[in-house]
């Protein structure tokens, strides 16, 4: 698949509030055309110059419109899993054998909303962090279009700064997935769903949209990341799909609803 459909289809299959953050790849793809055609380029000219200034400009608001958007998300995600934890903490406070008012009925209901809580949130992170791997793809790409039609040196220099980036630098989100795992695991261990992760006793999902899109953007990782024959240093490396991926084989919707 070409990179511009599976961007057309990954921002498509993303959260409606993240539509306009991806890279904007078909109208730099026009920009790189035109400079490639353009006279100047071919005469080298001192519009040449000009041109390239032109199109780092552009590069460059794309890098800052990724890095806001990324460390919003983060610093909100920090936010929300403080207070699960917190949540979490006070229902057994509260509900638990060992707590104030110990109630079964109220200690399974609240845990069942905090469950659901936890997946939802789990599948926003999962979503960024894709939206890190897919915007690096893009100007990875875009540059290598850059270089190739108008015989500049961009490539480089400019993924060097962006490995630099906030939007690139994914380790806290990921930390923070393995954290939901752990969590899940050990608030809702596999026993107490009697080692049966199916239907009979699933982990329901309050949000199908959040869910679906996290399984898209798991499998387009996968894919934009495995090793092929045009793996280069500009590549990301493999991605192995983790503990998460059996996670999301004992979810089920509240209101299941038919797969297309």
Known sequence: MKFGKRLKQQVQETLPGWQ???????????????????????????????????????????????????????????????????RIQMVIDTWGPAGTSPSQPEYDEEMGKIRRDIVDFHGEMVLLENYSNINYTGLAKILKKYDKRTGGLLRLPIIQNVLQQPFFTTDLISQLVKECEFTIDAVFPVADRERDPTPEHPILVGDEGIFRNTVAALLNMQ??????????????????????????????????????
């Open 223 to 260: 894919e934009i990341r495995r090793t092929s024959s045009t793996y280069s240093h500009f590549s990301l490396p493999p991605l192995h799909l983790p503990e998460s991926d059996q996670l999301f084989q004992s979810i089920q919707f509240e209101s299941p609803i038919p797969i297309a």
């Open 20 to 86: 306009d953050k991806f890279l904007s790849y078909k109208e730099l793809k026009k920009l790189v055309r035109l400079i490639s055609l353009a006279p100047s380029m071919v005469n080298g000219s001192s519009d040449s110059g000009r041109s390239e200034s032109e199109f780092i400009f552009v590069l460059n608001n794309e890098i800052e419109k990724f890095n806001y958007f990324f460390m919003e998300q983060e610093e909100d995600f920090i936010i929300r899993h403080t207070e699960l934890k917190e």
